[in-house]
């Protein structure tokens, strides 16, 4: 008898087999923990059969999410958008186990998929950015990095994580051209500005480690999980830069500037890619994002698009003419 918890594990270990990065493997896990707690709440233990998983538990579990409160707004519910990352999970369980494992279990598509409206693109401007960069304070030991680091990000259109994870041999400074190893490990080109590679040239000068990543933290020891021992130990040494280290410095600078509370570093991808559309096409951005779809890369071009703007103004002025 295959039980839930077995379910569940099986399912993790063919993601984790399949190549599905960490961070997606951490989020799958927690959306799945808080599906099994639910299901042991209501007859369906993660010790019994998997065939306990029901189409009347699966609409249930999705009434509570759909009536969860959120954990930083008392008065109002997680948005539909969290809540189909809960159902894409729970979809992938039950595709699994009817697909791999023969299970009799329902059917991914019982899983109900919320309507979501297109969000709002809020991108970089080039005005905003040059705020940015004046907020940043002067003299500090840390100001030759994110400066070169805020060109970096605005001028390749990384997502975060990328440029986090952006090491010295994927960087060309006299050519300008970086390597980015993107999502599902798929290695895309793009572009430093010139003054992104001067910006950091000068960072890379003032550095003395041998660290293969191009943007490093200040903080030498981190408290590190010994695999022996399952104990996090104090280790020194030079560490990647965090996400968060840039998400927060980007809020302080956005604060500093005056720009909008919700700034964050994806705005400079929405910015660079609204850019290339706008003088390069839809294709070029679609290339530079790395999008496998051009209708991933029109959400950001659908406003500001230069040629669908002719096409506007053309038709008004045959519509007047005729």
């Not at 990543?213 to 408290?223: E, N, P, T």
């Amino acid at each position: 008898m295959l039980t839930v918890r077995s379910l569940v594990a099986d399912f993790l270990q063919y993601l984790a087999l399949a190549g599905r990065s960490a961070r997606t493997l951490g989020n799958y896990s927690q959306y799945l923990l808080n599906f099994t707690t639910f299901a042991n709440d209501h007859g369906a233990p993660a010790s019994g059969s998997a065939k306990n998983i029901t189409r009347e538990l699966i609409a249930a579990y999705q009434v509570a999410l759909s009536r969860r409160v959120h954990p930083h707004d008392p008065d109002g519910r997680i948005s539909l958008a969290t809540r189909n990352l809960y159902a894409v999970a729970l979809r992938g369980l039950l595709r699994h186990g009817v697909t791999r494992l023969k299970l009799d279990i329902p059917a991914p598509d019982t899983v109900v998929l919320a309507k979501v409206g297109e969000k709002t693109m809020r991108r970089m401007e080039v005005e905003d950015f040059a705020r940015l960069l004046e907020a940043l304070p002067r003299g500090t030991p840390q100001e030759l990095r994110d400066r070169a680091l805020l060109e970096v990000l605005f001028a390749t259109g990384c997502r975060l994580s990328e440029l986090c994870g952006l090491t010295r041999r994927r960087v060309n400074l006299k050519t300008r051209e970086v390597e980015v190893l993107g999502k599902g490990k798929k290695v895309r080109g793009t572009f430093l500005t010139q003054r992104a590679a001067d910006a950091l040239a000068a960072y890379l000068a003032t550095r003395k480690d041998s660290s293969p990543f191009v943007f490093v933290s200040r903080q030498r020891v981190r408290h590190v999980l010994d695999l022996n021992t399952g104990v996090r130990e104090p280790r020194k040494d030079v560490y990647p830069l965090a996400p968060r280290t840039v998400q927060a410095l980007v809020e302080q600078l956005g604060m500093r500037a005056g720009l909008p509370d919700d700034i964050s570093p994806h705005w400079f991808r929405h910015g660079r890619l609204t850019i290339i559309a706008r003088h390069a096409g839809l294709l070029a951005a679609q290339e530079l994002a790395g999008h496998a779809s051009p209708n991933t890369t029109r959400r950001y071009t659908r406003i500001t698009s230069a040629e669908l703007k002719g096409h506007f103004d053309e038709a008004e002025r045959k519509e007047r003419a005729d």
